[in-house]
């Protein structure tokens, strides 16, 4: 095969260092970015992309309160915290999130973790020709900032590819099909490692063979037979 597409959170990375460390650290400090950034046109924009998604969910999401500029920024805060507690892949959230992690790792408060036998397998893919993809559904600054900050080094010059939802939600087929054309290489040719059956199941319908990763912690899946599972990327040569 000649490209890996990696899912990041249960498979190259502990789901305890996403909810644990990565989302608690972006919301203690959702207020406190908005209001140093709040007439930056990104995050003007982003604010009007929130209130948009509101709208969706405006029968069951805190109220949005527009009528002056402190009102709105709770209200922004307010809905970013209940999009975090459903553990929503909305892109207003994971935007702002990679923007807060941009900073953590700037002042290396944060540093990105990954499995040794990811930075194995990495390297053996590359010696061997292998390209090496990422998709999750944190934005592509998040994914960057955890792989170049790693204990190991800086894992990025290893990767070719970075893909965030962008590209469309991971338990879309239609999805893949986007990875494949933006890598320029037959689905059938991609291996999708994921520890998410639904997403696995979408990138099959796409030609894209798939593999079930089983971590420490990653919650047990639905039908986990009707696919091949892997405990370890050492088992991937």
């Known amino acids: ?21 990565l989302y608690a650290y972006a919301r203690a ?3 406190s970015y908005l209001a140093a950034h709040w007439h ?20 069951d999401a805190p109220p949005w309160r527009a009528n002056d500029a402190a009102h709105l920024r709770a209200s922004a805060v307010s809905y970013l915290e209940w999009l975090m507690d459903r553990d929503r892949k909305s892109p207003a959230l994971k935007t702002i999130q990679g923007w807060i992690w941009d900073a953590g790792y700037d002042t290396t408060e944060l540093r990105g973790q990954v499995w040794p036998d990811v930075v194995d397998a990495l390297k053996r893919w590359t010696k061997r020709g292998r ?17 170049e900050s790693t204990a190991y080094g800086d894992l990025t010059p290893m990767i ?3 893909f965030d939802t962008s590209m469309g939600p991971k338990r879309s087929p239609e999805s893949y099909r986007r990875i494949a054309e933006q890598l320029g290489t037959p689905a059938s040719d991609i291996v999708f490692v994921s520890d998410v059956a639904a997403e696995l199941t979408a990138a099959r319908e796409a030609g894209m063979e798939v593999v079930l990763s089983v971590r420490p912690g990653n919650p047990p899946q639905e039908r986990p037979e009707e696919f091949r599972v892997v405990e ?6």
Do not use: C, W
């Not at 000649?2 to 644990?20: A, C, M, S, W």
């Not at 924009?45 to 998604?53: D, G, I, K, N, Q």
């Open 232 to 237: 370890s990327l050492e088992e991937l040569k």
């Open 1 to 21: 095969m000649k490209v890996y597409l990696l899912d990041i959170e249960g498979t190259t990375t502990p789901i305890t260092f996403v909810h644990d460390e």
């Open 131 to 147: 390209r090496v993809a990422i998709y999750s559904s944190g934005s592509e600054l998040a994914q960057r900032r955890l792989f």
């Open 29 to 31: 400090r959702l207020d």
């Open 40 to 59: 930056e046109p990104d995050v003007e924009r982003l604010v009007s992309e929130l209130a948009l998604e509101h709208q969706a969910d405006a029968n």
């Open 160 to 162: 070719s590819a970075f």
